[in-house]
């Protein structure tokens, strides 16, 4: 019988140092482009701490890697996520909380996700990297998804593309309102 998986905190120090490493960067210099302190991205490369997804955001923009790069413990070829279960972040400021359903693949350019969303507060999203193009479509509930200027009303059912490097929102209209988001990187 093999170990269990590793705790979500660990494999996020893991990939910090390792792609902090692969670009040549300084803890200082990651963390200023993440707009970060230094010292809370030192925490997360030792393992403490608890990341809001806006931070990993940043971080993996600053890295200039996919989100769920930072995120998505090496996997064997089969993989099944059940729903409740996989690893979940909160956003700081929404009721909105985003699971890494699928990292991308070397050589693929795609990660998926599964987001849900309570009424209130709109999850706002800085643009991210140059080219992601973001696809979601609603499962439950009612949002307004897409550009923060343009947001549109959908329904269970409904799919939507725009980009991803310019800013964004997610705001459900519903209780749990809950979409798959794929973060295409071009």
């Not at 302190?37 to 996919?66: D, I």
């Not at 996997?75 to 699971?99: L, N």
């Not at 329904?155 to 295409?184: M, W």
């Amino acid at each position: 019988m093999g170990e269990g998986p590793r705790p979500l905190i660990e494999v996020i120090a893991h990939a910090l140092r390792r792609e902090r490493d692969r670009a040549g960067l300084s803890l200082s210099e990651v963390a200023k482009r993440a707009g970060i302190a230094k010292s809370t991205l030192s925490q997360l490369e030792a393992g403490s701490g608890n990341p809001g997804v806006e931070t990993l955001w940043a971080l993996s923009v600053a890295l200039n890697v996919p989100f769920a790069t930072l995120v998505e413990p090496s996997t064997s070829r089969v993989q099944v996520i059940r729903a409740g279960q996989g690893p979940t972040f909160a956003a700081e400021h929404a009721d909105y909380v985003a699971t890494v359903l699928s990292a991308s693949p070397p050589r693929a350019r795609r990660d998926l996700y599964l987001v849900t969303g309570q009424p209130g507060k709109a999850r706002d999203s800085e643009p991210h990297m140059y080219g992601v193009v973001e696809h979601v479509i609603v499962c439950a509930g009612r949002a307004l998804v897409g550009p923060i200027d343009e947001p549109v009303e959908l329904t269970p059912g409904d799919y939507i593309s725009y980009p991803g490097d310019a800013a964004h929102t997610f705001k459900a209209l519903e209780p749990d309102t809950f979409a798959v988001l794929v973060s295409e990187h071009n």
